[in-house]
Structure formats: structure tokens, C-alpha cells
């Protein structure tokens, strides 16, 4: 109870920390003598004093002492041992929480020869036997022993040195050699005792073949019986050793030979085969007898009753030459631990068996061999289930991952590229629950809101939507800090998208869509055609392109580049303008709009009172492979002023490009055709005929004197006028300066490129003309200082550069060019003395 507890397993005693108390601790572990010292135990330490840490899966800390190990206290077959624990929750260990537990075990009746074969040193303890004679002798004269061999200690029983027996040489070591050697040495008034670390430098790997083990039993219990058996090596770690003593003036010697299995274990048919032999030569040497007294085996160094093995289909085989344990791999006894391979995510069986064979032979009589053997099988890949559903009604994303394992734990998220830590993950909308099974096992749930950046909404077809969580998920294991990562794309189809709508109209020179908005097309891009719609594109056309969110909303022009012309007659044209939304990814087309409106024939004309025709000719659906650029009139030398992909503007005079004229009494009509030839051909396969007609005043004669002509007057009238100032980017006037771009940046001398409209009325008979016109170091018109740019028109004589004015001619954005004017400035900046009133 409390944070530890104890157990006393025949000659090893274990001392349980509780898991739940020092979880989440730092720890350092002692081991405590008679005289109250502590002594920390770390790897090397334990190893030669006898003692097992181990880590179990479930963070809990266990460890094992032997009954003879360092620091503890053997009395009347009863030995202690004194642990100290101290608990941090600090690497540095501040603050540290002290605990203590002391622990007693029985043990006895105590084997002529004991060896124990732990996870992390080998130990065999003999019985110090004194001849009888030489207890019986009587010591005549009392002899120092410091002065003869000052190495011997003065201790009236005491381990004088040991002697390594390998094949190449014998070396001999003392006491405090083999100490620092890593050799673990103790006596007892009855026993000597060795300790060995598998890594210790006189330690040898010997292969021990199963066909001699056969033939060396077969004569030692006189078996007459026809033997036929492979010769399947298993690796032995192997001390010989000889260990010398003294009693008073004796020097004595025992055979502290130690060996252990290394291996022996098979996996196969999701079965662990743990072989064991019986006769190994470094134990067996000089024996002429043997015979098997007792074979017991289990688990966590509890033996198991044969009904109790069969219960968990152990197996157990007692053969002549070796003894045979079968576990099934996920038997109870053993546990599954999360192993980690490449990054890759598995699992490994582990469990913890326990053999002890006790024999007796001619040579030590009885002796007792235990074997505790930690057995892992291989790596094994496990795949992580990850299943997701939407809760609508509550705008979230459940995602269970897993199960898992419990000695594996979320520590971190990786959202959008940047790492959260669990307990930050909430901060991010996330979150996360642990949900323990009955079983073991364990998984972790997400919910994430449906409107968080990492869960991507994507229109899959008709009425459904896909959501797509994509995140990466970082689990450590416990005890190895071994650590993976779980990409999670949770994907949950749902019928709930709302495709975008449109409806279309026009008005006398345009046609516009009004598309409405749903909730997949937020990303899907504008194209007409192939041509990607952008507000950038839409200006260069003249185009009107708002989106305010939820409506998007396109103008163009009647004679554009981007509207199809499906139908032509003296009385309408049909026009149509296609517009298609397509996927920002993939471009795949999703939905696709149009309209289509019918406009009058006298769109395309214009009859100025001055004798100036203008008219655009334009290709039907049909004729895409005319070049609009040949497009002619009668007389093939007048070519179009303006030419666009779909059309073809021709400006001329009526008395000119071999136009005819049909006078009657009251109009006079002039008539012309836009024609287009193939090459080589004289027959037009397009042929637009148009006419002008314009009133004949009635003649008379009159008479009539001179006069001087009365000065011009002009009579004053109210009305609304509509302007526009604009500052352009280029000469050519094509593309001005949106609201969002200013203020504009300008070096000194740098030209400025000015326009001035009339918006309203368009009345082909009202010309604009510019006064005055000036510029101000601020916002307000009326302040000082002001610079004048024109002067009654005229540009300013005082200007060190002046004002330039440029032409405006007809196009298809310009209808009336008399309704606009057009003059540059060079960049300039107002100052006063020497020094600038504003950059």
C-alpha cells in the first residue's frame, strides 16, 4: 500500500513503486546500508550489486534485489534492504520528496549451489565448506596474515582473490581489482558469492550444441536409447572462475563457474519457443552423475501450477536434454508494448519468464538454477483506424483516432504547419478527449468546429460537400520516449452545398449577370472562355465587376469582345454573354451562366449632321475564322479605324469608300456595305449593307443685303451636369488609377496624365471645354498656395513645363469624343525660399 510495496520471491525480493503516485516525476533511487548511507543506484552499480530495475508499460517502476546483494543485511536466513526513492517534478531535482521503505524476506533452506541468471548479471553463491581436519587442527603459534600477504585481508573468513579461467590464460585478480573490474564479490559465514555484469570483460559467448548436450545425458543417467537430434547451437554467456579463500592459516578454493542463456527463443506460428539445456559444460565439469529432482516455470517470478499453465496453454516440456516453455503470442501473463520502427507504428509482445531447474550430481550434490528471461517478440506494423463524422446541428468534426496502446500519449498537434501542444490545442478550437476501453487499449477524439482553417470544404457534385480535416498528430512512449506521428485526413461527405444562382437582363447598351452566391464557390474563379475574369481584366474592357460577398454582379458593353452575336436582321441582333465559374484548383468547370437580350440594328450606326458615318460590323457565331482586320468597305482601300476580336469600326465620310447616294424630295440616303473576302476571291461571304438618311430643306429664293454680322451670343440655360477627373497611368488613356492605388507616388518632371468627361447628358451636340484649371497644396480648392495649370484654356506661359494637350478620338469606350479633354502635367512641388511646403 501507499507509494510502494513489496513481495518476497524466494531468493529475490521486489519493491513495486505505485504508478499513479510518482507519474509525471523525476526520480532518483538509492540504496541504503546498516551504517544509514545511501548509495545511488545507477546501471553499472545495480548490475554488480545485484539488483533489476525495470520500467513496466504502464509507467510503473519495479525492482528486484537479490539476497545477497550489496548494501543489504542477511541474518538467520532473513535478508533486508533499504531503498530511498526521491521524487522531483524538476530535472534538477529541487524540491525533492524523500521516501524510504525497508523490506524483509525469509529465505532457506540455501542449495549447495545457487545461480541466478538475471535480466542484467549473472550470480552464483557456493557453500563455503572447511574440511573437518583442518577445523580440528590446532594452531600452534598465532601467524599474521597482513605480514605474509599484506593483499589477504585480516577478516577470519575473507575472499582472498578469483581466478578467470579462459582458454588462451588464467588471470588472477584481487578483491579490490575485481571490484573496479565491475565484479561483484561477498561472503557470508557460510557462502561465497559472485556476481557478474554480462559485459564484464572475462565473460565468453559459448555455443552449447543440443547433439552433445544428447550424448552427454545419454551417459550420464546410462540411457542406452538411439538418439537422433540436430545440432542446434544456443549461445551461453559464460565465467569460469575460481575463487580462493581463507580460514585462519587455510587458503580454501571453490568452482564459481556461472553461465546463462543469451538466447534460445523461437517465434514462429504466433508462438514464443524459450529452449533451455540442461547440461552445460562450464555447470556440468567433473560430473560423472546427474539426475533432475525439480523443473518449475512461470511468470514475474511467480511459478505456475501445471493446471494454471494449461489454463493460459503454456506448455512446458521436460526432455532429456533441455527443457521447452511454449507461450502463445497475447497470452495472459505477458502485455503488449508500442514500439516504434522507422517511424512506423507497431507493437511488441512482452512477458516475463521465470525457470528454476534444481538437479543434483556427484560433484556439488544439489544445485539450483533460476533463470529470469525478459522475451520481446519481433516488431509488428499496426495500422491506426481513424474514423469521422459531422454533427451539423452543433457545426463540429468528431474524429476518433486510434486505439492505442496506454504507454502512448498525445503530446502535440500539428495544425496548419504550426505545432500546439495538447493542453494549447483548445486555444486553436480543438478539443481532445481520451476514451479508456475495457480492454486496455485506448483512443483520442477530436472535435474540431466546422469553420476552423484546417477543415477545407470542397464541392464534390450535385448537392454534396466534402470536409476534409487534415491534421498530424504526435504521440511519445512510455518508458522508451520514443515518438510518432499520425497523419489524420478525415474526410465526411454531406448533402448540404448550395450552388451559385444567376439571373441576367439588359438595358439599351449592356448586358448584365447577378449571380447569387452559395456555399461551395467562395474560391471558384470567373472565366470567360479561357480567359481568366479578374477586376484587372475587367477595367482594361471596360467591364463592371462587383462582388460583395454574397452577389457578384458583371456589366459589359453591347459591342464588346466577349459578347457572341447569334442572330442578325434589319429589326434585332441577338447578343450573348457566356460566363463560367470553375474550381481554383483543379479549373474543372461548375457551373456555367448566361444571357442573352435582343438589341436594335441601329446600335451599330451612327449618322453625324457633319457627313461623318460611323459603323461596326460584327461576326456571328459561325464565321470565328474571319479576320476582322480585313474587313473592307466598297472601295477596298478604306480599312477599319478600330478592330477587336469580334468586330470592325469603320469612321468616313459620305462622299468617300465609294458610297452611293438616292435623293428624293425630302431625304437624300447614302449607302455603303462592310464587306470580306477570301483571298484570291472577288465574291464577299459577308456582306452588311447600311444606308444614312438625312432631310432635304426645302430651297427658295430670297434676297437678301450685308450686314455686319452681330457679335456671337450665347444664351445662359440651367441644367445637371455629370464630370469626372481622372489621372491615367499611360499616354494612351487606357487604364486610370483605381481609389485603392492612390495616394500616387510621382518623381519631380514625372508626367501626369489628365482627363476630363462629361458623363451626363450624352448629347452629341454639347462640347466640353476647359476654363480654368489649378492645383493647391491640400484638399481644399480655395487654398494657398495655388499653382494655375490652364488659363482660359490655354496652358500657363509662367510654367517652366507646360501643360500638353493630347487628342481625343473616337473608340469604343470613347462615343462622343467631343465630351472629353485630355492634357499632361509634369510632377511638381510647391515651395517656399528653399524649402518644400510638401513632398
Known amino acids: 500500500t501507499g507509494p510502494m510495496s513489496s513481495e518476497c520471491l524466494g531468493s529475490l525480493l521486489r519493491i513495486t513503486l505505485s504508478a499513479e503516485y510518482f507519474e509525471d516525476k523525476y526520480l532518483s533511487l538509492f540504496v541504503v546500508d546498516q551504517s544509514g548511507t545511501a548509495w545511488e543506484l545507477d546501471e553499472a552499480m545495480a548490475a554488480q550489486c545485484g539488483y533489476t530495475v525495470t520500467y513496466t508499460t504502464w509507467r510503473g517502476i519495479q525492482l528486484c534485489a537479490s539476497a545477497l546483494s550489496c548494501h543489504s543485511h542477511l541474518e538467520k536466513d532473513v535478508f533486508t534492504v533499504t531503498i530511498q526513492i526521491k521524487a522531483s517534478h524538476t530535472p534538477d531535482m529541487s524540491n525533492a520528496a524523500t521516501h524510504l521503505k525497508s523490506a524483509s524476506c525469509h529465505y532457506g533452506p540455501w542449495s549447495p549451489r545457487e545461480i541466478i541468471c538475471e535480466n542484467n548479471y549473472m550470480e552464483v553463491s557456493v557453500r563455503r565448506e572447511v574440511p573437518q581436519t583442518i577445523k580440528d587442527f590446532v594452531q600452534d603459534e598465532p601467524e599474521d596474515w597482513t605480514l605474509e600477504f599484506p593483499e589477504a585481508k585480516a577478516e577470519e573468513a575473507s575472499i582472498w582473490q578469483i581466478v578467470f579461467h579462459?582458454?588462451?590464460?588464467?588471470?588472477?585478480?584481487?578483491?579490490?581489482?575485481?571490484?573496479?573490474?565491475?565484479?561483484?564479490?561477498?561472503?557470508?559465514?557460510?557462502?561465497?558469492?559472485?556476481?557478474?555484469?554480462?559485459?564484464?570483460?572475462?565473460?565468453?559467448?559459448?555455443?552449447?550444441?543440443?547433439?552433445?548436450?544428447?550424448?552427454?545425458?545419454?551417459?550420464?543417467?546410462?540411457?542406452?536409447?538411439?538418439?537422433?537430434?540436430?545440432?542446434?547451437?544456443?549461445?551461453?554467456?559464460?565465467?569460469?572462475?575460481s575463487t580462493f579463500y581463507k580460514y585462519q592459516w587455510v587458503i580454501l578454493m571453490v568452482d564459481t563457474a556461472v553461465a546463462?542463456?543469451?538466447?534460445?527463443?523461437?517465434?514462429?506460428?504466433?508462438?514464443?519457443?524459450?529452449?533451455?539445456?540442461?547440461?552445460?559444460?562450464?555447470?556440468?565439469?567433473?560430473?560423472?552423475?546427474?539426475?533432475?529432482?525439480?523443473?518449475e516455470a512461470g511468470v514475474d517470478l511467480h511459478k505456475l501450477s501445471a493446471k494454471e499453465m494449461a489454463s493460459r496453454k503454456y506448455v512446458l516440456l521436460n526432455e532429456l536434454t533441455a527443457i521447452t516453455m511454449k507461450i502463445p503470442i497475447g497470452a495472459e501473463g505477458g502485455y503488449y508494448?508500442?514500439?516504434?520502427?522507422?517511424?512506423?507504428?507497431?507493437?511488441?509482445?512482452?512477458?516475463?519468464?521465470?525457470?528454476?531447474?534444481?538437479?543434483?550430481?556427484?560433484?556439488?550434490?544439489?544445485?539450483?538454477?533460476?533463470?529470469?528471461?525478459?522475451?520481446?517478440?519481433?516488431?509488428?506494423?499496426?495500422?491506426v483506424a481513424i474514423t469521422s463524422n459531422l454533427n451539423l446541428s452543433a457545426g463540429l468534426m468528431n474524429v476518433t483516432v486510434g486505439t492505442f496502446l496506454l504507454d502512448a500519449e498525445l503530446v502535440n498537434?500539428?495544425?496548419?504547419?504550426?505545432?500546439?501542444a495538447v493542453p494549447e490545442a483548445v486555444q486553436h478550437g480543438y478539443l481532445i478527449h481520451r476514451t479508456r476501453y475495457a480492454n486496455g487499449s485506448q483512443a483520442y477524439v477530436l472535435q474540431v468546429p466546422l469553420d476552423a482553417p484546417s477543415v477545407k470544404k470542397e464541392y464534390m457534385r450535385e448537392d454534396m460537400r466534402a470536409y476534409t480535416l487534415n491534421v498530424t498528430l504526435t504521440f511519445i512512449t512510455y518508458p522508451s520516449s520514443e515518438t510518432f506521428v499520425v497523419p489524420v485526413i478525415a474526410l465526411s461527405a454531406v448533402?448540404?452545398?448550395?450552388?451559385?444562382?444567376?439571373?441576367?437582363?439588359?438595358?439599351?447598351?449592356?448586358?448584365?449577370?447577378?449571380?447569387?452566391?452559395?456555399?461551395?464557390?467562395?474560391?471558384?474563379?470567373?472565366?470567360?472562355?479561357?480567359?481568366?475574369?479578374?477586376?484587372?481584366?475587367?477595367?482594361?474592357?471596360?467591364?463592371i465587376l462587383r462582388d460583395n460577398g454574397t452577389h457578384l454582379a458583371i456589366s459589359v458593353p453591347f459591342l464588346s469582345p466577349h459578347v457572341s452575336y447569334e442572330d442578325f436582321n434589319t429589326s434585332a441582333i441577338k447578343a450573348s454573354f457566356y460566363l463560367t465559374l470553375k474550381d481554383d484548383i483543379t479549373l474543372a468547370s461548375r457551373r456555367d451562366f448566361s444571357v442573352s437580350c435582343i438589341f436594335s440594328p441601329s446600335e451599330l450606326i451612327q449618322c453625324l449632321p457633319n457627313g461623318t458615318v460611323i459603323i461596326t460590323a460584327i461576326k456571328l457565331i459561325g464565321g470565328e475564322d474571319l479576320d476582322t482586320a480585313l474587313f473592307v468597305l466598297r472601295d477596298r482601300q478604306c480599312k477599319p479605324s478600330l478592330v477587336t476580336k469580334k468586330t470592325a469600326t469603320f469612321k468616313f465620310n459620305v462622299n468617300t469608300c465609294g458610297t452611293s447616294r438616292k435623293f428624293n424630295s425630302t431625304t437624300v440616303t447614302y449607302e455603303n456595305e462592310v464587306l470580306y473576302f477570301r483571298p484570291g476571291s472577288d465574291i464577299p461571304i459577308y456582306q452588311l449593307k447600311f444606308l444614312c438618311l438625312y432631310a432635304v430643306k426645302q430651297a427658295a429664293d430670297v434676297q437678301y443685303e450685308s450686314k455686319k454680322n452681330p457679335p456671337p451670343s450665347i444664351k445662359p440655360g440651367s441644367g445637371c451636369l455629370a464630370l469626372s477627373l481622372k489621372l491615367f497611368k499611360e499616354e494612351s488613356y487606357s487604364e486610370p488609377y483605381q481609389e485603392s492605388e492612390y495616394p500616387v507616388v510621382k518623381y519631380l518632371r514625372e508626367a501626369l496624365y489628365f482627363e476630363v468627361e462629361l458623363l451626363q447628358p450624352k448629347d452629341a451636340r454639347l462640347d466640353l471645354?476647359?476654363?480654368?484649371?489649378?492645383?493647391?497644396?491640400?484638399?481644399?480648392?480655395?487654398?494657398?498656395?495655388?499653382?494655375?495649370?490652364?488659363?482660359?484654356?490655354?496652358?500657363?506661359?509662367?510654367?517652366?513645363?507646360?501643360?500638353?494637350?493630347?487628342?481625343?478620338?473616337?473608340s469604343l469606350r470613347v462615343k462622343f469624343p467631343q465630351h472629353l479633354k485630355r492634357f499632361e502635367v509634369r510632377m511638381f512641388t510647391f515651395v517656399q525660399d528653399t524649402s518644400l511646403l510638401q513632398e
Not at 527463443?265 to 524459450?274: A, L, P, R
Not at 498537434?413 to 500546439?420: A, D, H, P, S
Not at 439588359?506 to 477586376?535: M, Y
Open 166 to 241: 579462459q582458454p588462451e590464460e588464467k588471470r588472477a585478480l584481487l578483491v579490490s581489482n575485481a571490484w573496479s573490474a565491475g565484479y561483484g564479490l561477498n561472503t557470508t559465514d557460510s557462502r561465497v558469492l559472485l556476481r557478474v555484469p554480462y559485459t564484464a570483460a572475462q565473460v565468453q559467448l559459448v555455443e552449447v550444441g543440443v547433439l552433445l548436450l544428447a550424448q552427454q545425458a545419454a551417459r550420464l543417467c546410462s540411457s542406452n536409447q538411439m538418439l537422433s537430434l540436430q545440432d542446434e547451437g544456443i549461445t551461453f554467456s559464460v565465467l569460469r572462475s
Open 260 to 295: 546463462c542463456p543469451v538466447d534460445g527463443v523461437d517465434y514462429m506460428n504466433k508462438t514464443i519457443t524459450w529452449t533451455v539445456p540442461k547440461y552445460v559444460p562450464p555447470l556440468s565439469a567433473g560430473m560423472t552423475s546427474f539426475k533432475d529432482v525439480l523443473v
Open 337 to 383: 508494448k508500442t514500439s516504434v520502427s522507422n517511424g512506423q507504428l507497431g507493437v511488441k509482445y512482452t512477458i516475463n519468464l521465470f525457470l528454476e531447474h534444481q538437479w543434483e550430481d556427484n560433484k556439488w550434490g544439489l544445485t539450483k538454477h533460476i533463470i529470469v528471461k525478459e522475451i520481446e517478440t519481433p516488431f509488428e506494423q499496426v495500422e
Open 413 to 420: 498537434l500539428t495544425i496548419e504547419g504550426i505545432v500546439v
Open 495 to 543: 448533402k448540404d452545398a448550395v450552388l451559385p444562382s444567376a439571373t441576367g437582363f439588359c438595358d439599351e447598351r449592356n448586358l448584365h449577370l447577378l449571380i447569387t452566391r452559395g456555399n461551395v464557390d467562395q474560391n471558384w474563379l470567373l472565366f470567360i472562355s479561357d480567359w481568366h475574369l479578374t477586376q484587372e481584366a475587367a477595367q482594361k474592357y471596360n467591364y
Open 769 to 810: 471645354n476647359l476654363d480654368d484649371c489649378w492645383a493647391t497644396n491640400s484638399e481644399s480648392q480655395d487654398s494657398l498656395p495655388q499653382w494655375h495649370i490652364l488659363i482660359h484654356g490655354c496652358e500657363n506661359n509662367k510654367d517652366s513645363y507646360r501643360t500638353v494637350f493630347h487628342e481625343v478620338s473616337y
